[in-house]
């Protein structure tokens, strides 16, 4: 929990490994940017140390530091980190992967989001990487491909992947030709990834039944078009 000390709100964060510490700061750094409040922080493997204070009011806690970090314990429920199970007592072997991407132009600024459950429908993880300029059908593969690398990071060895691209599962499982040469790369390091895994199944779904990865994507896009307009206005 959060401690105020020495003219400053402290807290120190343990999770079940690097990648996952990553993911959290990554999130916590978007949610600054936009805030426009930056904290300091300090990160050793599996531990995230956080310092909050506000220099315009001299290096000291104010009302902004306590909102940034409310904001900041949100990221960290909506992570579910406070209640990660050690490995040693808990082994994931099978996961269900929601994934999407979206382009806002088609190219245009896009950006990756996957969600991981557990056998039981629990959330295990979710995330959304910005991407940059690209296409549409990009941004689908590499959320699959963010997914899969996650799932790998948690040892899972069985993955069912449910996209609402039809043009990406039918082409992972086969039926359709990748016919654009841009995305044979990631295409064939998806294959390398599935390989590594005991088994993966692929399943088209509606959107509508997507609404959790589509809502990383566009969260990841709006932080996005926010930090950018911030930097405009300065």
């Known amino acids: ?132 300029v690209t296409t549409n059908n990009q941004a689908e593969y590499q959320a699959l491909k963010a997914g899969l690398e996650a799932s790998k990071t948690l040892g899972a060895r069985i993955i069912d992947v449910y996209m609402d691209s039809l043009l990406v599962i039918n082409q992972m499982k086969g039926v359709f030709k990748v016919k654009n040469r841009d995305l044979w790369p990631v295409h064939e390091s998806i294959n390398n990834l599935v390989a590594s895994f005991k088994e993966v199944s692929f399943t088209h779904i509606p959107r509508e039944l997507n609404k959790l990865a589509d809502a990383e994507v566009n969260q990841t896009l709006d932080a996005e078009s926010n930090k950018q307009n911030e930097s405009d206005r300065i």
Do not use: C
């Open 1 to 132: 929990m959060w401690q105020e000390k020495n003219g400053v709100l402290y807290r120190e964060i343990s999770f079940k490994d690097f990648n996952q510490a990553f993911d959290f700061m990554k999130e916590v750094a978007q949610e600054s940017e936009v805030r426009q409040h930056h904290p300091r922080w300090e990160n050793e493997w599996n531990k995230v140390k956080i310092w909050l204070s506000t220099h315009d009011a001299g290096g000291k806690v104010t009302d902004k530091d306590y909102a940034m970090a409310e904001a900041i314990d949100e990221i960290l429920k909506k992570h579910k980190m406070d209640k990660t199970v050690d490995k040693k007592t808990t082994t994931i072997t099978e996961v269900k992967l929601y994934a999407d991407g979206g382009s806002r132009g088609n190219p245009g600024p896009s950006a990756a989001g996957f969600v991981l459950f557990d056998k039981d429908g629990q959330i295990l993880q979710k995330n959304g990487v910005y991407l940059g």
